[in-house]
């Protein structure tokens, strides 16, 4: 079973940066996604980027239109963890980050269409926040 741990979420003024890494346990698949979304109270959960995995290659990545140019996902294949480069942050940033797995076969489609949905997704960590002041 594939579990998620988060972490590297914290505080940093607007302008800052902080890289959010997402340890993967347990067997995963050759041809998968990663997604990182993020979500506030009151609001749903937002869909920040995404990769398509084949063989150890991101084929493919989308990034919401208010992260693109700031925000860089990727991952360390030989430590199984994924990553969320977020640079130049800003105050509307603030919110808990989530790391997430897409295990199904036509993931990597929906990524090249940049399909970014929650409910797509199979499996999640528990959330790291991140606090961005002005």
């Known amino acids: 079973q594939v579990q998620l741990v988060e972490s590297g979420g914290g505080s940093v003024q607007a302008g800052g940066s902080l890289r959010l890494a997402c340890a993967t346990s347990g067997y995963i698949a050759s041809h998968y996604c990663m997604g990182w979304f993020r979500q506030t109270p009151g609001k749903e959960r937002e869909g920040v980027a995404s990769?398509?995995?084949?063989?150890?290659?991101?084929?493919?990545?989308y990034y919401a239109d208010a992260v693109k140019g700031r925000f860089t996902i990727s991952r360390d294949n030989s430590k199984n963890i994924a990553y969320l480069q977020m640079n130049n942050l800003v105050p509307e940033d603030t919110s808990m980050y989530y790391c997430?797995?897409?295990?199904?076969?036509?993931?990597?489609?929906?990524?090249?269409?940049?399909?970014?949905?929650?409910?797509?997704?199979?499996?999640w960590g528990q959330g790291t926040q991140v606090t961005v002041s002005s």
């Open positions: 997430s797995a897409d295990l199904s076969s036509s993931c990597g489609a929906r990524v090249q269409l940049g399909h970014l949905k929650s409910g797509d997704f199979d499996v």
């Open positions: 990769f398509y995995n084949r063989d150890g290659v991101a084929v493919h990545t």
